[in-house]
């Protein structure tokens, strides 16, 4: 565990104490299977391939999750690519390709895909997600375990694009795989001047989504930007999709408010204190949270540390989708003996709705054995 988790993890608990209670395995009355649990893609199937590229995303179909995840930024010439960051270097080789093409943000170089055209960002490969290590100048693989960085072939992908692959792998196999869509940094690209909201939920009513029946989710870490699709945009463009809060740390620096010209972090807590899911509830559907806000880290087997979290959610008529299930070394929390204890205890003890998965094809096989029976 590193130090700067150790410390997110006391800033956690000491803002949302109040938030937690002791729960013993005995206390715990495990929900009954009843309504589906739902398995999302955490930017495809990106525990095997490269997250967000199209190869993924047709591993995560073919695994037979029940939605696909996409998050979409914009583009220089205003397109939408699907990129879990506003900026390229954390997945591709824009460093090299244009190394003189960035903003230096705090003294660190961002290359941020806003700069960029997309025939540009089409010269880019690909890859599994790297930090640089400044002194020795080489990538260090985020997942060391998984693909291979800059092996194959793999390029970033248009909203287009990947609509077109899952609406023609739905049309071959007759399957209705949804769309779960996040609006990244809404934030950052209206202070660059581009509605990134109104470009994706344009693009979804041209593919033909434009109600709450079709399987379409719109998530976003910007509640200011969720409830103006809410209140404003949908009723605007003609469409009706469900809505879900996502919640971060403060320190993630996921949502930032301009002041005098000056980002500084939007302010999470009123959402994880008593209250604070039902004002929630007035504009989103559902909350997507981190799942250390439902289950304490410090909980062990025998001594579940968990929120009210999913409880209020449900008492206000929402659903829960926490992130992210991952099968890494390491990365199962202690109280779980391994990847499947950690689904049964968040789907059928704490009972949370669905999840978002770096392994979908061993959530979907998790859920069809525990609904088959």
């Given at each position: 565990?590193?130090?700067?988790?150790?410390?997110?993890?006391?800033?956690?608990?000491?803002?949302?104490g109040c938030y937690f209670q002791t729960t013993t395995e005995s206390e715990i009355t495990e929900h009954k299977i009843g309504e589906h649990k739902l398995v999302i893609a955490h930017r495809g199937a990106s525990g095997y391939l490269p997250e967000h590229s199209l190869a993924a995303k047709a591993m995560a179909y073919g695994s037979g999750v029940d939605y696909i995840e996409q998050d979409v930024v914009m583009t220089k010439d205003d397109k939408l690519v699907v990129l879990h960051d506003h900026y390229l270097h954390r997945v591709t080789d824009v460093m090299t390709v244009f190394p003189e093409r960035y903003r230096l943000v705090d003294g660190n170089k961002h290359w941020f895909a806003i700069d960029f055209t997309l025939s540009?960002?089409?010269?880019?490969?690909?890859?599994?997600?790297?930090?640089?290590?400044?002194?020795?100048?080489?990538?260090?693989?985020?997942y060391p375990n998984r693909f291979p960085l800059f092996k194959s072939s793999f390029s970033?992908?248009?909203?287009?694009?990947?609509?077109?692959?899952?609406?023609?792998?739905?049309?071959?196999?007759?399957?209705?795989?949804?769309?779960?869509?996040?609006?990244?940094a809404p934030w950052f690209h209206?202070?660059?001047?581009?509605?990134?909201?109104?470009?994706?939920?344009?693009?979804?009513?041209?593919?033909?989504?434009?109600?709450?029946?079709?399987?379409?989710?719109?998530?976003?870490?910007?509640?200011?930007?969720?409830?103006?699709?809410?209140?404003?945009?949908?009723?605007?463009?003609g469409v009706d999709f469900k809505l879900i809060q996502l919640i971060?740390?403060?320190?993630?620096?996921?949502?930032?408010?301009?002041?005098?010209?000056?980002?500084?972090?939007?302010?999470?807590d009123w959402m994880l204190k008593p209250g604070g899911m039902a004002k929630i509830a007035e504009y989103a559907d559902g909350v997507g949270p981190w799942k250390p806000m439902i289950i304490s880290e410090d909980s062990t087997s025998d001594n579940l540390i968990i929120s009210d979290l999913v409880k209020d959610a449900h008492a206000a008529g929402m659903k829960v989708h926490p992130y992210t299930f991952r099968n890494d070394p390491f990365l199962v929390p202690a109280y779980a003996d391994n990847f499947e204890d950690m689904l049964d205890i968040f789907f059928y003890k704490v009972g949370v709705d669905g999840v978002f998965t770096d392994y979908p094809d061993l959530a979907v096989n998790f859920v069809r054995k525990k609904e088959s029976r």
């Open positions: 565990m590193t130090t700067r988790f150790i410390f997110m993890l006391i800033a956690l608990f000491s803002i949302q540009e960002i089409k010269q880019l490969k690909m890859t599994e997600g790297f930090k640089l290590d400044p002194k020795s100048n080489t990538l260090i693989p985020n970033v992908s248009t909203l287009e694009e990947e609509i077109e692959l899952i609406q023609g792998l739905n049309h071959s196999t007759g399957k209705n795989i949804g769309l779960y869509l996040e609006i990244k209206r202070h660059e001047g581009k509605d990134i909201s109104k470009a994706a939920l344009t693009v979804l009513k041209n593919y033909g989504y434009s109600n709450r029946q079709d399987k379409v989710f719109i998530q976003c870490f910007d509640p200011i930007e969720t409830k103006r699709i809410h209140d404003q945009l949908m009723a605007d463009i971060a740390q403060n320190d993630w620096n996921e949502t930032m408010i301009y002041q005098q010209g000056t980002a500084v972090p939007y302010d999470y």
